[in-house]
């Protein structure tokens, strides 16, 4: 079985400042590992993901991934966060023979 | 268009009452799914159908009965409803069962009260 964890549950940042969100994760197979974020009232919505090859991802909005196999990790980076980056952001991971299974979440918090 | 719709959005009801949530995605993806995030924003699976066909069905009480009359729609029904439902339920679906990605519904808040 497979797993995720995030460690933080709430990161507060001041704005224009870098940030990284961690994630880590178990499992026994190659994983597929994905990003999403939630807005305050708002389903979830994909940031990034990372299925194959280059093991480092971008977004369209300044965050990257980078999958780390050795450490089994997959953080979440932004050389310098806005105001509107405030969300809850989920780490997930699934394989071919596992489900879709997230993270408990952090709350990134950008402070003026 | 949206890709993923739920309704309602909002839904408040007394305990012991039975309600539906409905699920539709306009994707052509085969599976769907129902979450459940609670007060601590925690997401948990609940279920999910491929093709209609029930695929994952994790730890749920039996008051709550998904239904799939088609691959495009999902639904959620809950019996006798208790104050513990209270949370946000999102319908997600994906292009196949292995899950390389899963595009969420906007949310039903349902508040017993």
């Known amino acids: 079985a497979q797993s995720v964890t995030q460690l933080d549950s709430q990161v507060p940042v001041f704005e224009e400042a870098p940030v990284e969100l961690r994630c880590n994760y178990s499992?026994?197979?190659?994983?597929?590992l994905f990003w999403y974020v939630q807005y305050p009232n708002q389903g979830l919505q994909l940031l990034l993901k990372?299925?194959?090859?280059?093991?480092l991802v971008e977004s369209i909005n300044g965050f990257e991934a980078e999958f780390n196999k050795s450490q089994t990790s997959f953080h979440l980076r932004k050389p310098s966060v806005h105001i509107s980056d405030t969300a809850e952001y989920f780490c997930?991971?699934?394989?071919?023979?596992?489900?879709?299974?997230f993270g408990t979440g952090t709350r990134l918090q950008v402070f003026p | 268009d949206t890709a993923v719709s739920q309704t309602p959005k909002y839904l408040v009801t007394q305990m012991g009452n039975d309600k539906s949530i409905k699920c539709e995605q306009n994707?052509?993806?085969?599976?769907m799914y129902w979450y459940k995030q609670d007060s601590k924003k925690f997401l948990k699976i609940m279920f999910s159908y491929n093709n209609k066909e029930l695929i994952i069905n994790e730890t749920v009480p039996n008051r709550f009965s998904p239904k799939s009359p088609d691959k495009a729609h999902l639904n959620l029904h809950i019996n006798s409803l208790e104050l513990g439902d209270s949370a946000v339920y999102f319908c997600a679906s994906s292009q196949d069962w292995k899950n390389t990605e899963a595009f969420f519904g906007q949310g039903t808040r349902l508040t017993v009260v």
């Open positions: 994707l052509g993806h085969d599976t």
């Open positions: 997930a991971v699934s394989s071919n023979t596992d489900k879709l299974i």
């Open positions: 990372y299925l194959s090859g280059s093991t």
């Open positions: 499992s026994s197979v190659s994983v597929y």
